[in-house]
């Protein structure tokens, strides 16, 4: 069985599909996204488990309520290093590579 959701609430969201480099492992796994609109600030780990035998997929998905602008994103790449976001559409995905 398949079960969707398939609300229109209108709700805003952002999507981010992290690639690293150098040090990094190729998909990212455990960088840290911060996100921030307004006065919410949301922090998602990249991490393909959860629970005992469960998968989920690797883009990292934030919901934005009715939030129209996104003010600031961190990434936190599993090397340490970070990298910093701005001006980025919502309601979309982004791939983002680790800068050199």
Same mark, same amino acid.
């Given at each position: 069985?398949?079960?969707?959701?398939?609300?229109?609430?209108?709700?805003?969201w952002v999507r981010f599909q992290l690639t690293?480099?150098?040090?990094?492992?190729?998909?990212?796994?455990?960088?840290?996204?911060?996100?921030?609109?307004? !006065?919410?600030?949301?922090? =998602?780990?990249?991490?393909?488990?959860?629970?005992? +035998? $469960?998968?989920?997929?690797?883009?990292? @998905?934030f919901g934005l309520g009715k939030a129209e602008?996104? !003010?600031?994103?961190?990434? =936190?790449?599993?090397?340490?290093?970070?990298?910093? +976001? $701005?001006?980025?559409?919502?309601?979309? @995905?982004?791939?983002?590579?680790?800068?050199?």
């Amino acid at each position: 069985r398949l079960l969707r959701n398939d609300q229109k609430l209108g709700h805003h969201w952002v999507r981010f599909q992290l690639t690293g480099r150098g040090k990094s492992n190729r998909d990212a796994i455990g960088a840290v996204i911060e996100l921030r609109c307004g !006065d919410v600030m949301q922090r =998602r780990q990249v991490m393909p488990t959860r629970s005992y +035998l $469960s998968q989920i997929e690797l883009p990292v @998905t934030f919901g934005l309520g009715k939030a129209e602008q996104i !003010d600031s994103v961190r990434i =936190r790449w599993p090397d340490g290093s970070t990298q910093e +976001l $701005s001006d980025l559409k919502i309601d979309q @995905t982004h791939r983002v590579r680790q800068p050199d």
